[in-house]
């Protein structure tokens, strides 16, 4: 079926303040973001505080001055400088800056260094001022406190001077010292609600729950787990635990481990947040529904004895903290996901907070199993030691005899585009039998040189050329959602993918990948023994010679069956929320699985690797991972020593407390 959609712009802001936008340089279309963001009275909003243009990330502070100085006609730059409108505006952007990096809380000595940097004269006040009017909440920290406490009493036992005044940082008698210690954390209300709410929920759960009887749990469909008698046995454990507590973490298993536990719960709700999670689970069989649409629909799970959220990992806080205040009490959660891959972006690491608690204070640690994965080729011995912080030797990973991983090195942008576009068109479809659909390119960026942009326009040339008719597309253009992209009246959120079906300069016809549609893909011949190494050889001679998109499977409605596949329409301007599939970012390949994975790292990402990062490109790859490599040192480093991007969150001291 086909859906049309329409749009309605919102007025832009007008007079005045349109002008000077205008005139500092604000990029088209922004006046009217502001309208959109701000209401009918923006205008009047922002002649009585134009710093109120800090709360979109795209302006910077200095640009807010100007802006402030012109409408507010201020005498001086100090004038606009010493306005508490201003330092108050500057705090929340601030913590909301920080927030982008996923930190939901900020030292507040940072913070009162970080207002003296931009100008502030009295950043202390500032500070206490922002608190006073409720730009910002103030918490001791309780984990820097503990940490200081310690080397305190080393100290002590060491007789030397004991450093006591972390002790004092939680002493609100005195609100200098308070605003000015790195023991005290500020935080924006939304952050700090969201994790009070979820630290809530969590202990709630974990009190209401009682052990599900026999006749919850259907044992034939743990007995019918494929995969032999040690995978039974690690399904049986988690679903022993599952039925035990009212909440369950659980890390390591495949990544069909989520679907084997929901199977075993009569009327389990299973769901995943991620639409390339919510694919690779389809693609198996499994009835899963899209995390981010089920805390809209309280029927799916008000009355499910079990819950099992597959890609726990990246479910945000928002979502992860309105789904768990949802949550009838005596309902049974698991949370089945990897905290050493890629996080959710955004603030807060729900589930690698929930992991990290483990406090006789609170209880103990949060229920939870472990699941160690042991090495069968060199594909999972690369995995298990990159998980570690650690690379294999190359004897392991290049023996010649196996096709599982194969690393192809390039100098520069130009030969990572020619590398690249050559694995996934002919090297691997012709040497190993993955076809098209089968074999997907993940790249760390999106934009810049050998970004995922600019793979695709390489890719679209030799697979599917054409003019680009409507916002730079084709019919036959495997296509992904941007996020953030505006499409949410058809359902559809960042990272959903499909193919275009027709487009014209009018607009274009996409039919849409799972949850949505069509027929399981193929995986591709298996090989072994002499096909294996016969395989490989090909493929050896295939990268020689260079030296010189997934079809989709229904998510299954828990009621009505398979899904009809879907069309959609979209006129010109809605179009530009798509852009090409052939190679995804990394953070639309996480939760997804393919036979086939090329993980391109270009020079120009070196330096937003980490471990996590490298796992994320490594981990969707079932049966064969190459591996672009253009980061030259910087890829080990990133995996010995930079484990993750750091954060500084309060889920974990709000369950606590």
């Known amino acids: 079926m086909s859906e049309q959609g329409g749009t309605r712009e919102e007025p832009a802001v007008g007079g005045e303040v349109a002008q000077w936008l205008a005139e500092l340089g604000a990029p088209p279309g922004f006046a009217r973001t502001l309208r959109a963001e701000l209401g009918a009275q923006a205008e009047e909003l922002l002649a009585e505080n134009p710093w109120l243009v800090l709360e979109f990330p795209q302006v910077r502070p200095d640009s807010a001055d100007l802006l402030a100085r012109r409408l507010l006609r201020l005498g001086g730059k100090e004038e606009a400088l010493a306005d508490p409108r201003r330092s108050r505006a500057l705090v929340s952007w601030l913590l909301a800056r920080a927030a982008r990096r996923g930190d939901t809380a900020a030292a507040a000595d940072a913070v009162t260094q970080e207002l003296k940097a931009l100008g502030v004269p009295d950043p202390v006040g500032a500070v206490a001022d922002a608190v006073e009017n409720g730009a910002a909440l103030v918490f001791a920290d309780r ?71 026999g006749e919850a749990v259907t044992v034939a469909a743990v007995e019918a787990v494929p995969g032999g008698q040690a995978t039974i046995e690690r399904v049986r454990r988690v679903v022993e635990a599952v039925a035990e507590q009212g909440l369950t973490l659980v890390t390591g298993g495949s990544a069909l481990l989520p679907g084997q536990v929901a199977a075993a719960f009569p009327g389990a709700v299973l769901a995943s947040p991620s639409p390339a999670g919510l694919r690779a689970l389809a693609a198996e069989g499994f009835a899963a529904l899209d995390l981010r649409a089920l805390a809209e629909q309280a029927q799916f799970y008000a009355e499910a004895p079990v819950i099992v959220l597959a890609d726990a990992q990246l479910i945000p806080l928002e979502l992860g903290a309105n789904l768990l205040e949802l949550l009838p009490d005596g309902a049974h959660l698991a949370l089945c996901g990897d905290p050493a891959t890629l996080p959710a972006a955004g603030a807060g690491r729900l589930l690698r907070d929930l992991l990290e608690i483990d406090d006789p204070e609170f209880g103990g640690a949060v229920p939870r199993v472990e699941l160690k994965t042991r090495p069968s080729g060199p594909l999972t011995a690369l995995v298990e030691a990159v998980r570690y912080g650690g690379l ?152 020689a010679e260079a030296a ?29 929320g798509l852009r090409h599939a052939w190679v995804l970012t990394l953070r639309e390949a996480q939760g997804g699985h393919w036979p086939a994975v090329v993980a391109v790292f270009d020079g120009g990402s070196a330096a937003a690797l980490t471990r996590a990062a490298v796992l994320g490109a490594f981990v969707p790859a079932d049966s064969h991972l190459s591996i672009v490599h253009g980061a030259g040192r910087a890829l080990a480093e990133a995996v010995e020593q930079r484990p993750h991007s750091p954060c500084r969150t309060r889920l974990a001291q709000a369950v606590y407390s």
Not at 428 to 440: H, K, M, N, S, T
Not at 550 to 558: C, E, K, Y
Not at 564 to 569: A, C, F, K, Q, S
């Open 548 to 576: 010189e998109a997934v079809a989709p499977i229904p998510v299954l409605d828990l009621e009505d069956g398979p899904a009809e596949p879907r069309e959609i329409t979209l006129d010109a301007v809605q179009a530009r």
């Open 143 to 213: 984990a820097a406190i503990q940490a200081a406490q310690d080397r305190a009493a080393r100290a002590a036992d060491e007789d030397e001077d004991a450093d006591f005044e972390a002790l004092d940082a939680g002493d609100d008698d005195d609100p200098v010292a308070m605003l000015t210690s790195p023991y005290t954390l500020l935080a924006l209300d939304q952050w700090a609600f969201l994790e009070q709410s979820a630290a809530e929920a969590v202990q709630r759960l974990l009190a209401t729950a009682t052990p599900l009887d």
């Open 392 to 543: 294999p030797p190359m004897e392991i990973l290049g023996d010649g005899q196996s096709t599982e991983v194969k690393i192809i090195p390039v100098r520069d942008p130009a030969e990572t585009r020619l590398r690249t576009t050559q694995l996934v068109t002919d090297s691997i479809p012709r040497a190993l039998g993955f076809q098209g659909a089968d074999v997907q390119a993940v790249a760390v960026r999106e934009q810049g040189p050998a970004g995922a942009d600019d793979l695709n326009a390489a890719l679209k040339e030799r697979l599917n050329p054409g003019p680009g008719v409507c916002a730079g597309l084709d019919a036959g253009d495997r296509v992904v959602v941007r996020e953030g992209a505006g499409l949410a009246e058809f359902g559809l959120r960042g990272g959903e993918t499909g193919t275009v079906t027709a487009a014209d300069a009018q607009g274009l016809t996409v039919r849409l990948d799972p949850p949505h549609g069509a027929a399981p893909r193929g995986r591709g011949p298996k090989q072994d023994g002499a096909e294996s190494v016969e395989a490989a050889e090909t493929l050896e001679s295939v990268e």
